[in-house]
């Protein structure tokens, strides 16, 4: 089982990832995102933590995130340990233009440092660029209605400077995003993908006692899809656009 | 973790035969007789089982003529003679308990016993195997206001039988207008002594005569059931809407939003109809919403799953939310009414998931649906504000409103959060957390190769299995069957939701040995999920093999295979997983919080931040635990008048509010008043400890109890005053010092503080070590108005907390520092040394009024009528007042200052403060001359003045450098004492006992002692107490310090006396113990004396005092306890 470059030109390996951060600041959205390409109000109600797939080819591999997008009220937190257990990588998310929201995700970044899987690969993430005036106007504005993107009060709080030099500090890889018109959403996986060291994909998980990581080939594993049985479409899409 | 720890400690240390039973109950984890009585009967709160007794339940047959038979359908109505006799011996006969609660007459054929001679395990007995009965079994549970008739029944027998006529509070129709079928008899012999029976029967008829006043109620809450409009035609009769013969249409009760917007599924597929019919035929024999009796046709008919248009009633009647209903009919309209227009944080949170809930179904993409439940997750956040709202709640609250109106879903709901998913929607979601484990542990038990499977393959099943729970598998299986489930959970509990768990898993055992991560495992049961409606055996010859569902199947195995997965079971792995459980959430919790304090918390060391983390919420915890045990002695002494002691006193636990401030059971306060501050404080500074303890001693210590029966006695006479305990810990001191820290930290102004209030009012204190920020701190303190002055009585209030704050000795100088705790007893040196320090010390503050009055600014002269109190007297008094009396509190001093005379002398004020080696420190001054001195003309001080003042008197420097951070003893350095919170010491050694080398106090009075005023805080200060609590643990020292205290006062005093100014130096002569002993009794007993003259203010002893001093020594603790008791009048 551990020998899958019988069956696949590039080896293949799952990651699994955790998203955490305060709610609202669009760690939803950022998976929808990366999964389906998308962005809209999110309908699906999330009990516990939501579980999506997508693969992520890399020059020399491809990887298959396993994700767990955790629900969004605070008092869920407490469910918070039983998602990062084992978990590869962290998307520790918080929005530019709410300064508590780094807070909790300094907190995250804490708390995973000091209770998940050692080695645990966490990238921090400001969300919702596009409703700081001050970046980039080359941001592709994907979606035609743009109109309330530009709210007056919605401005960056939280500078790139100060997000940046926490980052460096704790060794976290650092993105600005914008789920909704995409900007840096594929290279934060990527990143991730990048940043996993070889040595963890190849064995089982870490912890693992006797099992081992089935590998899987790319493109054929279309059944992974949404924890929730209604109303989720699948999943599991073509390759991410890294 | 630690506060779990501290249950058990207290619960090995404490005596269940000497303390009040409710504290007994509220500690351990047995639920109460009561509590099991409702369960089993699924009645609210206030029922308690009163009566019981063995019975036989004899139902009618109905006649043979009126059998069903469609021909005759037009002309059926039922009446009382339509059924047969059930006495003559005909008819179904079930044999079991009868109950009597306040408003329920209930049977069950499931044995159990909830008199107070029966174990609670024989009252738990129905937590076996219901064998689909559901925790009643068959019988009733009938409310007696829907009793029309009780007759005694003369048999031939000389049994003792009851007919009992129930009635709906509807007509049973006329000769025009039809009526409902009227309910059946009951037949009840009563098997008992004539004795039991007749008590039984009195019971009987007093709730009747009470039950009266019920019936208008009953009936309002019946009307909104749907059978009460089902029955009132016969089933294949016309429907009474639409029936046009002139009678105004019954009212057709709301059915939930799929009587608009269709009920899902197809029903003809579910055979809605036939269900209807047998529904119809089974109501007409037994009764329907408060009357209906449970025979085994009952449970069968909800196995194969409710018809659409009684699924809400019968949710309501088998959850017992009906009753609920009935209790409280007006309180879903009256929450939403009272809150309207309000908001809160659930209000926000429930916005955000309205339009995510049941997305798919029509109803909830409507106004009136979205409406509905809005209005009902709103109105439950209201009731429940501990709760609030917890995502889940809305996907299940819709599916609710499918089949239920609105108020009924509120009812629902707060059964399903209080009693039916403890725990589930709370804060910390411990209940969730609790039973992930349960089921893991039932897997690993049931399944062991699939558990091996998956731990060895690092899948977690609770992060699979959890939303099952969390949303009653509404929101995992396709709508339709999740309601099936629901039909049989509210029926039998919450062991439904584990048996079908139990039964997915094993279903799809194959499968699931092939996935090995997290996503295979999720899309093998989706997908199975997904198949839930199709053929189990598609394959299969026969066509009725071929037609059992999926679905069918699994309820076969969760409902035949894991049939000995008991609610017995459920509570076994519930309790033992509690504590590990509550463990990894509250280390969590304090992980978070910690790490969320705010950027002053960055003071603090992580360790220090555990420490203040802990100390808070014990000190609530506790308070709440206390507050609860007191509550249940009021109940206790309430109900003992009418029921017997012994079955009322069990009723705390589990009466809803079972342990309630517990941090993983979602506290229900995060908040201190100024009272747990003050008990927060006196567990980390000595300072903070009161000196006149209200309560003579532990009531746990075991040796202050057998050997003073005395002491025993006070206890119990005063069990619950209200306002008095202060548990195990030391009591706190009352002191304006305290007050005006208090609002200090109390930034926003909301009279309570967070944690991170505390730990933002510590941290610049601790944290900094910065010897001007404190100076500016303390004067900030006392600069009311921020104008960056402080008054002359802002001057006097200084100096006073000065003496407060130092009056159990001053702490480690910066350079040593070493910690309290372990400068122990032993250390004659460091005794030495801190004795000559707190000296130092005293004659610092003196000098400090002094000087401040010396260096004071003029107020420009505005104020000089309100100033017409003299201030030296003033500060004479204060002097006398702080020396000689540990606990000097602001009323005395205002008292004082007020009533002292004009005597007008500086001299005590002039006197030159003294170092340890008895150098003049400073020069001494005349400050006769100041101008300052003049109570006519307003000074004050400024901070740059108030520095100054410090920083060139080296105690108080030193006071500020490092002594006052130091008095604050945080995890590196507890304080000895305040361990004491942690029930260890309820065994304990700590028996305040135990200063054998304080001599008796002799009773005289002592003449020169008038300048001393009474004690603050409590006038009574047992003068032991007093020095116990003054001298710390070095006994010795501690009363040299005392007697030096006394002796200045006396020096000061004599010196008003004579008239006399200035002297040299003449305190260095402390090392006499002798002298200091003789002076310190009289000391005492002035205070002593003073104090009962005094004031007059004096607390209730606590239940669970502890002071502070913690001596090794044992045995005297009998001396101790008479002595307090001679205060204690
Ligand atoms: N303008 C803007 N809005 C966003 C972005 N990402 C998310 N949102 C919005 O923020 C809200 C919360 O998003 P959601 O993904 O549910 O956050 P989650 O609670 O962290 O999962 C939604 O209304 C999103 O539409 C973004 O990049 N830009
Ligand atoms: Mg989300």
Redesign the pocket.
Not at chain 1, 21 to 30: D, F, I, N, P, R
């Given at each position: 089982m551990t020998d899958s470059t019988a069956s696949a030109p590039k080896p293949s390996s799952s990651v699994k990832l955790v998203l955490l951060?305060?709610?609202?600041?669009?760690?939803?959205?950022?998976v929808l995102r990366f999964v389906n390409n998308d962005?809209q109000?999110?309908k699906e109600p999330t009990i516990g933590a939501a579980f999506l797939t997508q693969k992520c080819q890399l020059p020399s591999r491809t990887i298959k995130f396993e994700i767990w997008?955790t629900a969004?009220q605070e008092r869920f937190a407490s469910l918070a340990p039983m998602y990062y257990r084992n978990a590869q990588s962290a998307l520790v998310?918080y929005d530019m233009t709410k300064p508590s929201s780094l807070v909790k995700a300094k907190h995250w970044v804490a708390e995973l440092q000091r209770q998940a899987s050692p080695g645990i690969v966490i990238a921090l993430v400001g969300?919702?660029?596009?409703?700081c005036d001050d970046d980039d106007p080359e941001d592709e504005a994907q979606d035609g209605e743009n109109a309330e993107?530009h709210e007056e009060e919605a401005v960056r709080k939280v500078s790139t400077a100060e997000a940046k030099a926490y980052a460096e500090e704790e060794s976290l890889l650092f993105y600005e995003?914008?789920?909704?018109?995409g900007h840096n959403v594929s290279e934060v996986f990527t990143a991730i993908a990048n940043a996993i060291p070889e040595t963890s994909l190849k064995g089982p998980r870490t912890g693992a006692g006797g099992g081992t990581q089935a590998a899987i080939s790319g493109g054929q594993d279309t059944s992974r899809v949404n924890l929730n049985a209604r109303g989720a479409d699948g999943a599991a899409k073509e390759g991410c656009a890294c | 973790m630690f506060l779990s720890n501290l249950v058990q400690k207290a619960q090995q240390y404490i005596d269940p035969a000497v303390l009040p039973a409710s504290l007994v109950t509220a500690t351990t984890t047995k639920p109460s007789k009561s509590v099991l009585f409702q369960q089993q009967f699924h009645l609210p709160s206030n029922q308690n089982p009163l009566y019981e007794i063995t019975a036989e339940l004899t139902l009618p047959t109905r006649k043979a003529s009126s059998s069903k038979s469609p021909s005759s359908k037009q002309q059926q109505r039922w009446g009382p003679n339509d059924w047969d006799k059930g006495a003559d011996g005909k008819g179904t006969h079930y044999v079991g308990q009868l109950h009597l609660s306040e408003q329920y007459l209930c049977f069950s054929t499931v044995n159990s016993s909830f008199v107070s001679t029966a174990s609670t395990s024989a009252s738990s007995a129905f937590t076996g195997r219901t064998h689909g009965t559901g925790t009643a079994g068959n019988g009733f549970t009938l409310p007696l206001c829907a009793v029309r008739r009780v007759e005694r029944l003369h048999t031939q027998s000389y049994m003792f039988a009851l007919s009992i006529t129930t009635w709906n509070g509807f007509d049973p129709g006329t000769d025009t207008k039809p009526g409902a079928p009227a309910p059946p008899k009951l037949t009840i012999q009563l098997e008992g002594s004539r004795q039991q029976c007749e008590r039984f029967c009195d019971g009987l008829k007093r709730g009747l005569r009470q039950g009266i006043r019920e019936v208008e109620n009953m009936r309002a809450v019946a009307a909104e059931c749907y059978s009460e409009y089902f029955m009132y035609s016969d089933f294949d009769g016309p429907s009474p809407t639409t029936k046009a013969d002139g009678v105004t249409p019954r009212h057709l009760p709301d059915t939930g939003l799929g009587s608009i917007f269709k009920y899902p599924g197809n029903s003809r597929k579910l055979r809605d109809r036939s269900k209807m019919r047998l529904w119809h035929e089974y109501m007409r024999e037994n009764g329907r919403n408060t009357t209906l009796v449970r025979q085994p046709d009952f449970h069968r008919l909800i196995r194969v799953g409710l018809p659409n248009l009684l699924r809400g009633e019968m949710w309501e009647l088998t959850s017992g939310s009906l009753y609920l209903r009935l209790q409280k009919p007006k309180l879903y309209g009256e929450t939403l009414k009272k809150h309207e227009g309000e908001e809160s944080l659930a209000i926000d949170e429930i916005e955000k998931d309205l339009n995510r809930s049941l997305p798919e179904y029509a109803g909830f993409q409507s106004e009136d649906g979205i409406g509905r439940l809005r209005r009902v997750l709103t109105a439950y956040s209201w009731t429940n504000v501990d709760v609030g709202y917890c995502q889940a709640m809305n996907i299940v609250v819709a599916a609710l409103l499918i089949y239920l109106s609105e108020t009924q879903a509120f009812y629902v709901l707060s059964i399903l959060c209080d009693r039916l998913l403890p725990g589930y929607y709370s804060t910390t979601m411990y209940g969730t957390l609790l039973d992930q484990k349960v089921f893991e542990s039932l897997v690993e038990k049931t399944m062991p190769v699939l558990w091996e499977h998956l731990s060895g393959n690092d899948v977690q099943l609770s992060v699979v299995s959890l939303p099952w729970f969390l949303s009653l598998y509404i929101n995992s299986m396709p709508l339709i069957f999740a309601f099936r489930v629901l039909d049989v959970f509210f029926l039998e509990g919450p062991k439904v939701l584990f048996q079908v768990g139990l039964a997915i898993l094993r279903v799809n055992g194959e499968e699931l040995l092939d996935a090995t991560d997290d996503g295979a495992f999720i899309s093998v049961l989706k997908s199975y999920f997904a198949r839930l409606g199709e053929s189990a055996h598609p394959k299969s010859e026969n066509p009725k093999h071929r037609a059992i569902t999926n679905f069918q199947a699994l309820m076969v195995v969760a409902f035949k295979e894991f049939d000995g997965i008991t609610q017995h079971t459920i509570s076994e792995q519930r309790s033992k997983h509690k504590a590990a459980v509550l463990e990894n959430i509250e280390s969590f919790a304090k992980r978070t919080s910690i790490r969320n304090l705010g950027p002053e918390s960055k003071k603090l060391s992580t360790n220090d931040l555990g420490f203040l983390y802990d100390r808070f919420y014990t000190i609530l915890y506790e308070r709440q635990q206390r507050a609860q045990v007191l509550q249940a002695d009021e109940d206790r002494k309430r109900k003992a008048s009418r029921q017997r002691a012994t079955e009322i006193v069990t009723g705390v636990h589990g009466n809803g509010a079972p342990e309630m401030g517990r941090v993983g059971l979602g506290p229900s306060t995060t908040e201190m008043d100024y009272d747990a501050f003050r008990e927060f404080l006196a567990g980390v500074a000595k300072w903070a400890v009161t000196d006149s303890p209200s309560s003579p001693t532990s009531a746990n210590d075991p040796s202050a109890h057998k050997s003073a029966n005395g002491y025993f006695h006070t206890l119990r006479a005063k069990p619950s005053q209200p306002s008095s305990p202060w548990g195990i810990g030391p009591e706190p001191a009352e002191h304006e010092f305290l007050r005006r820290l208090f609002k200090r930290w109390d930034k926003e102004v909301k009279s309570s503080l967070t944690l991170q209030d505390v730990v933002a009012g510590l941290a610049p204190i601790k944290g900094g070590r910065d010897i001007m920020g404190n100076i500016s701190y303390f004067f900030e303190l006392y600069d009311n108005d921020n104008d960056g002055k402080v008054d002359r009585e802002g001057i006097l209030r200084m100096s006073e907390a000065l003496l407060f704050l130092s009056r159990r000795g001053v702490e480690g100088g910066g350079l040593l520092s070493p910690s309290p705790s372990s400068a122990s007893i032993s250390e004659h040196e460091e005794g030495k040394r801190r004795e000559t320090k707190d000296e130092q010390f005293l004659s610092a503050v003196s000098s400090f009024i002094r000087r401040c009055f010396e260096y004071a600014d003029p107020d420009h002269a505005s104020r000089k009528a309100e100033m017409e109190a003299n201030g030296v007297a003033q500060q004479v008094d204060l002097l006398g007042l702080s020396n000689g009396d540990e606990s000097a509190g602001s009323d005395q001093l205002a008292a004082s200052s007020s009533s002292t005379g004009d005597v007008k002398d500086d001299s005590v004020l002039s006197r030159p403060s003294t170092n340890a080696f008895g150098q003049v420190q400073t020069k001494a001054r005349h400050v006769a001359a100041n101008a300052a001195l003049d109570p006519s003309s307003p000074v004050h001080i400024t901070l740059p003045t108030f520095r100054m003042l410090v920083l060139a008197d080296e105690p108080l420097e030193s006071f500020f450098d490092s002594g006052f951070a130091n008095s604050f003893h945080l995890a590196d350095a507890p304080l000895p004492s305040s361990t004491i919170t942690s029930p260890t010491f309820l065994g304990g050694s700590s028996s305040t006992a135990s200063l054998p080398n304080i001599p008796d106090i002799p009773a005289m009075s002592p003449g020169g002692s008038s300048g001393v005023v009474g004690g603050a805080g409590a006038g009574v200060v047992p003068p032991g107490k007093g020095l116990r609590g003054m001298l710390d643990n070095i006994v010795t020292d501690g009363m040299r310090v005392a007697a030096e205290v006394r002796r200045r006062m006396d020096e000061a005093q004599k010196e008003l006396d004579k008239g006399a100014s200035t002297r040299g130096t003449e305190d260095d002569d402390d090392d006499d113990g002798d002298e200091g002993g003789r002076d310190l009794l009289e000391g005492a007993e002035a205070d002593a004396g003073e104090g009962r003259r005094g004031t007059g203010v004096s607390r209730e002893p606590s239940l669970l005092d502890q002071p502070l001093v913690e001596e090794p020594k044992q045995g005297s603790s009998k001396e101790e306890v008479e002595k307090s008791t001679m205060f204690e009048r």
């Open positions: 951060g305060e709610a609202a600041v669009g760690k939803s959205s950022l962005f109000p999110n997008d969004g998310v969300n919702k660029l596009d409703l993107g995003t914008s789920a909704k018109t | -």
